[in-house]
């Protein structure tokens, strides 16, 4: 619709649009960040940078999911999925195959948080159901792999 003065009418369904054009738009560019800044993680301080980034990443994509911010939240979940990948290579090298397998079970739980995010009218209750899955992975192998130090900061345990 147009006003007498010519300019289109914004009506709410029409600002919908526009913010889920943003939204996606904003997440592609995210994704495409993200897959250039790839890398394998070869040693402990990668490591420590990799998963640090993950943390981060699991917030915002909580708050997304609780906003139903579906482009958010796929930006986000594709942060940690690529964050985890990356650190195949550590856990490989270094012949932790427990690592390995549970690496693979996180990312297979990030994968079900995927699937959740790009059904055409996503589930909140599904989405956060599956999101919280990728956490109890996390857990298990923070709880065999890493530590505290002095200053209340996780590091690698020794190999």
């Not at 070869?42 to 943390?55: F, G, R, S």
């Not at 482009?71 to 270094?94: G, H, P, R």
Request: proline fraction near 3%; hydrophobic fraction near 45%.
């Amino acid at each position: 619709m147009t006003t007498e003065s010519g300019s289109m009418e914004v009506t709410p369904r029409r600002t919908t649009l526009i913010h889920r054009l943003f939204s996606y738009t904003l997440a592609v560019t995210a994704l495409a960040g993200v897959v250039v800044a790839a890398q394998k993680v070869t040693n402990a301080d990668e490591l420590d940078k990799a998963m640090k980034k993950i943390a981060p990443a699991q917030a915002a994509t909580n708050k997304a999911i609780q906003s139903m911010s579906w482009a958010d939240a796929k930006a986000q979940v594709a942060i940690v999925k690529q964050a985890l990948t990356d650190t195949e290579s550590f856990w490989t090298a270094n012949k932790k195959d427990d690592a390995v397998t549970m690496l693979k079970d996180s990312l297979g739980k990030v994968t079900a948080v995927e699937q959740a995010l790009n059904a055409p009218m996503p589930d909140q209750q599904a989405v956060l159901a599956a999101f919280k899955q990728v956490g109890a992975t996390c857990a298990a192998c923070h709880k065999q792999y890493r530590e505290q130090d002095e200053n209340q900061q996780y590091r690698l345990k020794a190999l």
